[in-house]
């Protein structure tokens, strides 16, 4: 994936195979971990790129790592993509988004804040 565009549109694609009630939404969540986990768009600076993989480890990790958790985490994989395509494109709401799921749904520390 060479540019955010081409990325963000490979992740929505992804995203919305989730929200079909008939596929499991693993494998889909776990393409969208790949992409995030492939380093790119980092050309052009896309913030979403670390956080999704953060968001998409994290839950692919929980049906991997905690099999009681499955139900739980491909709930949560549905909700995250379709809020992810609700607000992708709209930076402030993707800041916000990320944010919420990285900290107050998925439990990561947030980072102290700086110094002066």
């Known amino acids: 994936m060479g540019d955010s565009e081409a990325f963000r549109a490979a992740v929505s694609a992804r995203a919305a195979v989730m929200l079909d009630s008939d596929t499991s939404p693993y494998d889909p969540a776990l393409e969208i971990l790949g992409l995030a986990s492939g380093g790119a768009p980092v050309d052009n600076g896309d913030e979403a790129l670390y956080s999704l993989a953060l968001i998409?480890?994290?839950?692919?990790?929980?049906?991997?790592?905690?099999?009681?958790?499955?139900?739980?985490?491909?709930?949560?994989?549905?909700?995250?993509?379709?809020?992810?395509?609700?607000?992708?494109?709209?930076?402030?709401?993707?800041?916000?988004?990320?944010?919420?799921?990285?900290?107050?749904?998925?439990?990561y520390e947030r980072p102290a804040p700086p110094q002066t």
């Open 56 to 107: 998409w480890g994290e839950l692919t990790d929980r049906v991997e790592l905690r099999p009681a958790e499955t139900d739980q985490a491909e709930t949560h994989m549905v909700t995250a993509a379709r809020e992810w395509l609700t607000v992708e494109g709209d930076r402030e709401a993707e800041a916000q988004y990320l944010d919420r799921w990285l900290h107050d749904i998925l439990g």
